[in-house]
């Protein structure tokens, strides 16, 4: 069974500072990697995915991951952080299970941003 | 584009009544899903579509019912709300395997 744990369920940073948020996930085929940031009362967005192509992956607002198999994780990161990326973020994963798309999430990371 | 809609953002139920959350997707996605947010829990999934006619329960399926009516719409439905059941319902839409997209979520608090 896939499964994605999301390490430190708040991670607090200075701003300017590097933001890195962990991702670790399980599963027995190759997955997709997503992760995704909740701004307060509103629904989740997605920041950047991984979908077996390049394993260094960019995405919106300066922030980036890299798939690592070895470790089988998806950090993401960003160098500096603001205060607009005080937030919740999720990685998710997503496969195909015997013919059905299967998708989990991480339980969350709340990230608060300190001037 | 609206992207996915849902009706209400905000619910109070009495236990024992009954409601349907409604969803809507204009991006001509096969695959839907309710979820509900619950503080320290992350995203549950209720159930799930994979396309038009077809509906799969997820983790937490127990006192809920879904129909999807056509490709654009899936609704969810609490026959007898329970409190257990106050939450952030999220519906979303996506491509097989691809990302999400995600409605603004209906607040339910059910008394």
């Known amino acids: 069974a896939q499964s994605v744990t999301q390490l430190g369920s708040h991670v607090s940073v200075s701003e300017g500072a590097l933001v890195l948020l962990r991702c670790n996930y399980s599963?027995?085929?190759?997955?997709?990697l997503f992760w995704y940031v909740q701004y307060p009362n509103q629904g989740l967005q997605l920041l950047l995915k991984?979908?077996?192509?390049?394993?260094l992956v960019k995405g919106i607002n300066g922030f980036e991951a890299e798939f690592k198999k070895s470790e089988t994780s998806f950090h993401l990161t960003k160098p500096s952080a603001h205060m607009s990326d005080a937030a919740e973020y999720f990685c998710?994963?997503?496969?195909?299970?015997?013919?059905?798309?299967?998708?989990?999430f991480g339980t969350g990371t709340k990230l608060q941003v300190i001037p | 584009n609206a992207g996915v809609t849902q009706t209400p953002k905000f619910q109070v139920l009495k236990t024992g009544q009954s409601m349907t959350l409604q969803c809507a997707q204009d991006?001509?996605?096969?695959?839907m899903y309710w979820y509900r947010q619950d503080p320290g829990m992350g995203l549950r999934l209720i159930y799930y579509?994979?396309?038009?006619?077809?509906?799969d329960k997820g983790e937490v399926p127990n006192g809920y019912n879904v129909s999807r009516l056509n490709k654009r719409e899936f609704s969810l439905r609490l026959e007898s709300a329970a409190p257990s059941q106050t939450s952030v319902y999220f519906c979303?839409?996506?491509?097989?395997?691809?990302?999400?997209?995600f409605g603004p979520g209906t607040r339910l608090t059910v008394t």
């Open positions: 998710a994963v997503s496969l195909n299970s015997g013919g059905y798309q299967k998708v989990t």
């Open positions: 991984y979908t077996s192509a390049a394993t």
């Open positions: 579509s994979a396309s038009e006619g077809t509906t």
């Open positions: 979303a839409s996506s491509e097989y395997l691809l990302e999400q997209y």
């Open positions: 599963s027995s085929v190759p997955p997709y």
């Open positions: 991006m001509n996605h096969n695959s």
